[in-house]
């Protein structure tokens, strides 16, 4: 190698641990020395990194006694150390059950869109993923008003429902023979239902654009009352003016 300036540099690219020997000296006046020195380079492989696909999925956020979602993460690192870290657009917060694992989960305090990344080192060699994951919320649906609806036969009554979530919506209900779906796109909607017996009516699912859903199975209980039926009795003749007459009046409720 020629040599013109001091220190002197050059690169080379050893595929494996290597020793470098340095064996002898020459300057420009042809002197020479003989030197014993060496150089051990170590070759740290470098880190096959895969923090999977990214991805939009529907989820459930922890609220008081009800218990949220985990996701599932499956990223993949070939060797060193793994690390996630993450950056949410919203100020969403994570919680990893293990942040050095490439294969964990995860809890969310806020429907957000997170970026997720995925380290892995080994000795001198760093390699990073990302993967982005937004996660929307389930809708919800349930009646406006608690309790039972009472009406008499052959009046109508009036379901109000409410939803939650990403307009528009699609609405199953049951009442208890046939299926029917609603459309619609304002977190309320009604229908008018008379019913010719006490009939349950549930909500079956609920849908959004987010192409999220969830089964609510709510109830409404609409109870029919008979009509009573009155039977006044058989017709009959009086005799005016005679005191004695009388009329007995007789009534079956039903």
């Known amino acids: 190698l020629g ?16 020793t470098v020997h340095l064996r002898k000296v020459f300057d420009a006046t042809t002197c ?34 009800t218990p949220g979602d985990t996701y599932p993460l499956n990223g993949f690192v070939s060797i060193g150390n793994a690390l996630w870290t993450y950056t949410s657009q919203n100020g969403g917060t994570l ?5 050095s694992e490439s294969g964990t989960t995860f809890t969310a305090n806020a429907y957000d869109t997170y970026t997720l990344v995925l380290s892995a080192n080994n000795g001198q060699c760093d390699v990073t993923d990302t993967v982005v ?11 406006a008003e608690d309790g039972d609806i009472d009406i008499c036969f052959g009046m109508e ?12 919506f699609d609405l ?16 309320d909607t009604s229908i008018v239902v008379m019913p010719i017996d006490t009939t349950v009516y549930t909500i079956v699912m609920i849908s959004d654009s987010n192409n999220c859903s969830a089964e609510p199975f709510v109830t409404k209980t609409v109870n029919v009352i008979p009509q009573p039926i009155a039977n006044p009795g058989p017709d009959s003749t009086l005799c005016i003016n005679r005191a004695l007459d009388s009329l007995i009046l007789y009534a079956t409720p039903s």
């Open 133 to 143: 994951i937004t996660l929307n919320a389930r809708p919800t649906a349930g009646f």
């Open 32 to 65: 020479d020395a003989v030197l014993n020195d060496s150089i051990v380079i170590s070759v740290d492989s470098l880190p096959v990194v895969n923090a999977g696909p990214d991805s939009t999925v529907c989820f459930l956020i922890s609220g008081g006694v």
């Open 157 to 168: 009554a009036t379901l109000e429902f409410v939803v939650s979530g990403s307009p528009p």
């Open 172 to 187: 199953v209900y049951s009442d208890g023979i046939n299926d029917q779906t609603l459309h619609f796109y304002s977190t």
């Open 3 to 18: 040599i013109s300036t001091s220190p002197f540099q050059f690169t080379f690219t050893p595929m494996s641990e290597t």
């Open 95 to 99: 919680t990893f059950a293990d942040s």
